[in-house]
């Protein structure tokens, strides 16, 4: 029997884990490094393990009581076939392990397991449309081929202007500044860097924009201008598609939303961890891959 519910939300940066008892008490909660199932199922899957035991050893209870879990897991390009089979062959100590798309886990949560519409924009971005019991994606097909307006897309503009403002072709910035001086303004060193990073290391650049654009530099307002102007576009077109309710979702998403009240965008029930209890507990909810 199930004696514990927990949900895991995991994307590019962080994942995150939830344990709640059968009454639904909070008992602990446990954060490690990202598990989008791209960046490599084996790592995705240890890192998922390793948020849940530290919310266990928060909770104060012992590795047996695993045998009495139901998880819920809303990961990232677990809306990919390969990737979604690939984790659950995984070896899992616990009851019950389901898995669906942290888009779909965030939709669950904001809108309490009801029908809605989201659009997350953290370290990437993706839309999700949940609506006549099925589910339809808009946008979120990775980095850097979509994943427009989020975190990731952010710090690869800022850094593509920032070399040009290098080079003489834009004018001076301050966050142009800040960003090559943290490659020591080596141009090489900015080449070598990007050509083994992934999504979460240009997305800890966006924060770097926000504050910049708060200091008054005009490039990192124009990237903020271009950044709003990519999620309004998800947003408009998610509408079109009949979502009626949108609640905007993600770091980047929650930061720039007072600019896009004009969409009448929705504030979110609960997070992805809720949603993803609540896919744990009913198979009601439709299933990537039945």
Request: glycine residues 12%; aromatic residues 6%.
């Amino acid at each position: 029997m199930i004696e514990y519910w927990v949900g895991v939300d995991g994307g590019g940066t962080h994942t995150r884990a939830r344990i709640r008892d059968r009454s639904g008490k909070l008992l602990g909660e446990g954060r490690a490094a990202g598990s989008n199932l791209e960046l490599g199922i084996p790592l995705a899957h240890r890192h998922v393990l390793t948020a849940i035991e530290l919310a266990r050893t928060e909770a104060g209870l012992g590795k047996e009581v695993e045998q009495q879990m139901g998880v819920g897991l809303a990961l990232a390009s677990a809306e990919l076939a390969d990737c979604y089979h690939a984790l659950l062959a995984m070896p899992f100590p616990f009851a019950s392990v389901r898995l669906t798309s942290d888009a779909f886990g965030a939709c669950l949560g904001a809108f309490g397991g009801q029908e809605g519409a989201i659009l997350i924009a953290g370290t990437g971005s993706a839309g999700l449309i949940y609506q006549e019991d099925r589910l339809r994606t808009c946008s979120g097909r990775g980095f850097p081929i979509s994943d427009l307006g989020s975190g990731a897309w952010l710090g690869l503009r800022a850094l593509q202007q920032a070399l040009l403002c290098h080079d003489g072709i834009l004018p001076p910035s301050l966050l142009a500044v800040r960003l090559l001086d943290h490659f020591k303004r080596d141009q090489a060193e900015v080449v070598r860097w990007a050509a083994k990073a992934i999504p979460a290391d240009y997305g800890r650049f966006a924060p770097w924009v926000f504050d910049a654009a708060s200091d008054g530099d005009e490039l990192a307002c124009q990237l903020l201008d271009e950044t709003c102007a990519q999620l309004q576009t998800l947003l408009e077109g998610m509408q079109q598609l009949g979502a009626r309710r949108i609640a905007l979702l993600g770091g980047i998403g929650t930061r720039l939303a007072p600019r896009l009240a004009h969409l009448n965008l929705v504030s979110p029930t609960a997070d992805a961890l809720e949603g993803a209890i609540l896919f744990a507990k009913s198979e009601a909810f439709p299933c990537l891959y039945p």
